[in-house]
């Protein structure tokens, strides 16, 4: 299944994308016309209290996909307002599994790779009050000081667990979606030099969206984990656009890390919950202090290109769908 959350005549749903992603439908409509109630508007209130609701959807689904049923009550994908499918996850948190980017990250800062990432994965915590959906990204003046995204994918838990080990962990993920985690890279290069964070240079917004896979959907995409690694790993297509102009390209199954091997690490000693967010990392070539960088190493003269107010960063996954941003000052 792909949920979606979206307006369509000033309600706010939560619903399910037709296979050919033309159409959405709002389970709170069908759940008007066969008497059923479904109070939820948000995916992570679905998570958190879906055990009741869980196989009424499933039934729904079928019927949706499989016979046509409820085709009256769909609406056009293109007529809608496309939220994020979470409004406000219990927790966000960010990985670090791409190595390319890693490489480039700490290049850029004129350190080495440091062999602690072939030790354990590493995330931090972000700001789940600042997450956005498609549409105009709001960003203070100094956020424009080298004002950055991030093409990435991130997991939505869907059960409670503590201390998962990484060979039961895929368990607890309900799907996958796009992530952008914009980045004020001037505050962020600050801020690190105190070796805490980031912070301030990450926190004023994350995209999410447009909609969440579930991982029955990508299946087909499913391949093997990287060597002596453990955890469900998908070769699924990444690209980023600036403007109209691809700028990024990569494979999910890129990451050095699994999310499963993720999950593991995340929860060691604390319980996760349903609906809580984790973010991949940067796909190599998936952000501007990359592309600068590398530009850099060819040649020491290259002019830097950031984000500017009016710039349109958009986001695209297999079956993932399209994430698109336009930059706004606040």
């Known amino acids: 299944m792909k949920f979606v959350r979206f307006v369509w005549q000033g309600e706010v749903a939560l619903g399910l994308l037709s296979r050919d992603e033309q159409f959405v439908l709002s389970l709170t409509a069908v759940a008007r016309v066969t008497g059923r109630d479904f109070p939820f508007t948000t995916l992570e209130q679905y998570l958190a209290y879906r055990l009741p609701y869980e196989a009424w959807v499933e039934w729904i689904a079928r019927r949706y996909h499989e016979r046509g049923d ?14 994020s499918p979470l409004a406000q996850p219990p927790t966000l948190r960010d990985g670090y599994a791409f190595r390319q980017h890693v490489e480039a990250a700490r290049r850029s800062r004129g350190l080495p790779m440091v062999p602690e990432f ?42 409670s667990g503590r201390n998962i080990p990484a060979q039961r962990a895929d368990e607890y993920i309900f799907g996958y979606l796009l992530m952008n985690d914009w980045s004020a890279r001037a505050l962020q290069a600050a801020e690190m030099k105190l070796n805490l964070g980031p912070a301030k240079g990450k926190d004023f917004a994350t995209s999410l969206g447009p909609w969440v896979v579930t991982p029955d959907e990508l299946a087909p995409y499913e391949t093997a984990p990287p060597s002596g690694h453990v955890g469900r790993t998908y070769r699924i297509a990444l690209q980023a656009e600036l403007n109209n102009q691809p700028i990024s390209y990569g494979y999910l199954s890129d990451m050095s890390w699994t999310f499963a091997e993720i999950l593991e690490r995340v929860s060691y000693g604390v319980e996760v919950r349903p609906g809580e967010v984790i973010g991949s990392g940067t796909v190599g070539t998936g952000c501007l202090l990359e592309i600068n960088s590398t530009r850099r190493l060819e040649d020491p003269t290259a002019t830097e290109r950031w984000l500017q107010v009016g710039d349109e960063v958009l986001l695209i996954g297999q079956e993932l769908g399209m994430l698109r941003n336009t930059i706004c000052r606040a």
């Open 70 to 83: 409820f085709e009256e009550l769909q609406v056009p994908y293109a007529v809608v307002r496309i939220l």
């Open 118 to 159: 072939d030790q354990f994965p590493v995330f931090y915590f972000s700001n789940p009050f600042a997450v956005t959906g498609p549409g105009p990204i709001y960003v203070e003046e100094r956020h424009l000081e080298k004002l950055d995204f991030e093409l990435e994918v991130a997991v939505v838990l869907g059960k």
